[in-house]
């Protein structure tokens, strides 16, 4: 069974950065694809940027540049560097464990908020 649990949310101030981990247990995770995804109040869950167990990575074209994600080589977490936040990113962010099947698995997400 595919275990997600986030970490490193919390307050920043606009500028600021901050790194989100996810450690996925599970004795296939290191073959799934990882992923972070964030939801703004009132919006709708959107992908952030995905990683492959090949190392391969895909963004969110509004947010390369900020936001990159990358994977530990034993590949059982994920991380999610997101630098110059601004209010906008405010968000709870969900990392996600996709499996070669295609079957989803979602961590319990961590709130970010950027604020002054």
């Known amino acids: 069974q595919v275990q997600l649990v986030e970490s490193g949310g919390g307050l920043v101030q606009p500028w600021g950065s901050r790194t989100l981990s996810c450690a996925a247990s599970?004795?296939?995770?290191?073959?799934?694809?990882m992923g972070w995804y964030r939801q703004a109040p009132g919006k709708q869950r959107e992908m952030v940027a995905t990683?492959?167990?090949?190392?391969?990575?895909n963004s969110s074209n509004a947010l390369k540049g900020r936001f990159t994600i990358s994977r530990d080589n034993a590949k059982t977490t994920h991380f999610l560097h997101m630098t110059s936040l601004n209010p906008e990113d405010t968000a709870v962010y969900y990392c996600?464990?996709?499996?070669?099947?295609?079957?989803?698995?979602w961590g319990q997400g961590t709130q970010v908020t950027v604020s002054s």
């Open positions: 996600n464990a996709v499996s070669t099947m295609g079957r989803v698995h």
């Open positions: 990683i492959t167990s090949t190392f391969n990575t």
């Open positions: 599970g004795s296939t995770i290191m073959f799934y694809t």
